[in-house]
């Protein structure tokens, strides 16, 4: 039978040989080093072949062992699971974008065998609590850009269109707002042109529903 060949990457020596020793219990698992930093894990594994590492992703007080684990992925054919003490979300999402395939907290360190195999089969080895997390990660994301988006597109507006943009999704006609406002129908086109050089659209009412949908009004 072949043995799953590990490296372990942790600063933490006491849970270092803990967690060797459990998995030397594994009859289909063979620990082949260890290293305590992200720098000696790049050393080690130009020096041994591994077909799993694990790595810490806080050591030293710093997520290096996200910048390893794109080392390790890019240089060797090694699949990265990612140990953490904590699920910081954003971390988490930063060491999948690195190339890690799964992540694993400490203390269900049990299911961490199951991991090693998944990941050496080259299954999809994410874990359910990973996949949760990255769909929140970038629901989140996707969140923040359409609020960048929005904040960029209202900087681009001017208070006066969007008054003009807000009449027309309530159904105003130009002559109306012009009415309104008692400017002439020329500068109420004015302000459509512009909004639509702004915002798209073919017209101005496209224009005032794409801005209603994006939360502009």
């Given at each position: 039978m072949n043995r799953i060949r590990v490296v372990i990457v942790e600063d933490d020596q006491d849970w270092l040989r803990g967690l060797s020793s459990y998995l030397n219990k594994q009859e289909d698992i063979e620990i082949v080093g260890t290293a305590s930093s992200g720098q000696d894990a790049v050393s080690l594994l130009e020096q041994v072949e591994a077909d799993v590492v694990l790595m810490d992703i806080m050591m030293s007080d710093s997520p290096e062992g996200i910048w390893a684990a794109a080392e390790i992925v890019q240089c060797t054919g090694a699949r990265v699971i990612m140990l953490t003490s904590m699920e910081e979300k954003e971390l988490i999402f930063?060491?999948?974008?690195?190339g890690a395939v799964d992540y694993m907290v400490k203390s269900n360190f049990t299911e961490i065998p199951q991991s090693i195999r998944s990941a050496y089969a080259n299954r999809s080895s994410i874990s359910p609590g990973a996949a949760a997390q990255m769909r929140e990660e970038?629901?989140?994301?996707?969140?923040?850009?359409?609020?960048?988006?929005?904040?960029?597109?209202?900087?681009?507006?001017?208070?006066?269109?969007i008054q003009v943009l807000d009449l027309i999704e309530k159904g105003y006609t130009q002559t109306q707002i012009a009415d309104k406002f008692v400017v002439s129908i020329r500068t109420v086109k004015v302000h459509?042109?512009?909004?639509?050089?702004k915002l798209g659209g073919k017209s101005s009412k496209e224009a005032a529903q794409k801005a209603k949908d994006m939360g502009i009004l």
């Open positions: 930063e060491a999948f974008k690195a970038f629901r989140r994301l996707k969140k923040l850009e359409q609020e960048i988006r929005v904040k960029e597109l209202r900087d681009l507006l001017t208070p006066t269109e459509v042109g512009n909004i639509l050089r």
